[in-house]
Nanobody, 117 residues
Framework: QVQLVESGGGLVQAGGSLRLSCAAS????????MDWYRQAPGKQRELVAR???????NYADSVKGRFTISRDSAKNTVYLQMDSLKPEDTAVYYC???????????WGQGSQVTVSS
């Protein structure tokens, strides 16, 4: 199994910055990428950013140029640096990995990000 523990998040004014962290433990050898998703009230959960084991990254169009995903392999931790935040970035953010060994997704506990206008 894989355990994901998130930290960070909070309340910030528009234009501000926040950083989320997600520490993975357990059968981390069985994952090939780490993702950040978000879910705003009344909306579906959406993929925000992905980083693969080789360091390749992908971003949703809505966050390109503002968010940066990175990882510290030694600490098995993935980060999401969020700059130039907008009120529409308000959501609960979730760390996610897929374990090929277990054939399932694992999710962090969720981190509330609120951006005030």
């Amino acid at each position: 199994q894989v355990q994901l523990v998130e930290s960070g998040g909070g309340l910030v004014q528009a234009g501000g910055s926040l950083r989320l962290s997600c520490a993975a433990s357990g059968s981390i050898f069985s994952i090939s990428a780490m993702d950040w998703y978000r879910q705003a009230p009344g909306k579906q959960r959406e993929l925000v950013a992905r980083i693969t084991n080789s360091g390749n990254t992908n971003y949703a169009d809505s966050v390109k140029g503002r968010f940066t995903i990175s990882r510290d392999s030694a600490k098995n931790t993935v980060y999401l640096q969020m700059d130039s935040l907008k009120p529409e970035d308000t959501a609960v953010y979730y760390c996610n990995v897929y374990s090929w060994r277990d054939g399932r997704d694992y999710w962090g506990q969720g981190s509330q990000v609120t951006v005030s206008s």
